[in-house]
Nanobody, 125 residues
């Protein structure tokens, strides 16, 4: 499966963005999907994941839970990440990926694959 992420941009503190990730090549609804991010000078980290049907979601921790919302539209082969109340520490390149091993609650980068090219989110104070 090939993934194409978009929707990043530059926003002020407290702003919102919605990221999209469109999949092609395989049956999208067969995959658990995840979002990761990589801040400058840091390792890529897990943000959120969503089950194949979209009925179960999982978030990394309190840093994003309550502010970010993951969703998917299987008819459009797209997974979304709605980001609200953005903070400077949310500045990063955001990547979508397909779960290749493990389960929905895996936070490990090695359990995911088919990485999209990433989309840059910059939050300025």
């Amino acid at each position: 499966v090939q993934l194409q992420a978009s929707g990043g941009g530059s926003v002020p503190v407290g702003g919102s963005l919605r990221l999209s990730c469109v999949a092609s090549g395989r049956t999208f609804s067969n995959y658990v999907m995840g979002w990761f991010r990589q801040a400058p000078g840091k390792e890529r980290e897990f943000v959120s994941s969503i089950s194949m049907s979209g009925g179960i979601t999982y978030y990394a921790d309190a840093a994003v839970k309550g502010r970010f919302t993951i969703s998917r539209d299987n008819a459009k082969n797209t997974v979304y990440l709605q980001m609200d109340s953005l903070k400077p520490e949310d500045t990063a390149v955001y990547y979508c990926a397909v779960l290749k091993s493990g389960n929905l609650y895996s936070r490990l980068e090695r359990d995911f694959g088919s990485w999209g090219q990433g989309t840059l989110v910059t939050v300025s104070s």
